[in-house]
């Protein structure tokens, strides 16, 4: 069974930064996307990030674009998400998630984590 559990999360101000890591483990991610996603209280949840395990290719939501970085180690089964010029919007539960996939537009996945709360608040 696949697992992911992340770490990271806390109380930050404005402009700081904060990495975010999620351990997978139970399932092999060689072939997988895995990514990140948050949500807001009374928002959906809405994409973030994600990269393609084999060749760490990656893609961006337009509203962390230059800021959010995902990256990953192989050795470890990790996925990161290094945040930096954190704003009061990024206010958020992130979730990992594996097996992310696109539908018309549309992220979702098979495999969650319990997430873990970002706030960025002066």
């Known amino acids: 069974q696949v697992q992911l559990v992340e770490s990271g999360g806390g109380l930050v101000q404005p402009g700081d930064s904060l990495r975010l890591s999620c351990a997978a483990s139970g399932g092999t991610f060689s072939n997988t996307i895995l990514g990140w996603f948050r949500q807001a209280p009374g928002k959906e949840r809405q994409f973030v990030a994600v990269?393609?395990?084999?060749?760490?290719?990656?893609y961006y939501a337009d509203s962390v674009k230059g800021r959010f970085t995902i990256s990953r180690d192989n050795a470890k089964n990790t996925v990161y998400l290094q945040m930096n010029s954190l704003k009061p919007e990024d206010t958020a539960v992130y979730y990992c998630a594996a097996e992310v996939r696109t539908y018309t537009g549309t992220w979702t996945a098979n495999y969650w984590g319990q997430g873990t709360q970002v706030t960025v608040s002066s």
């Open positions: 990269i393609w395990w084999s060749d760490a290719v990656t």
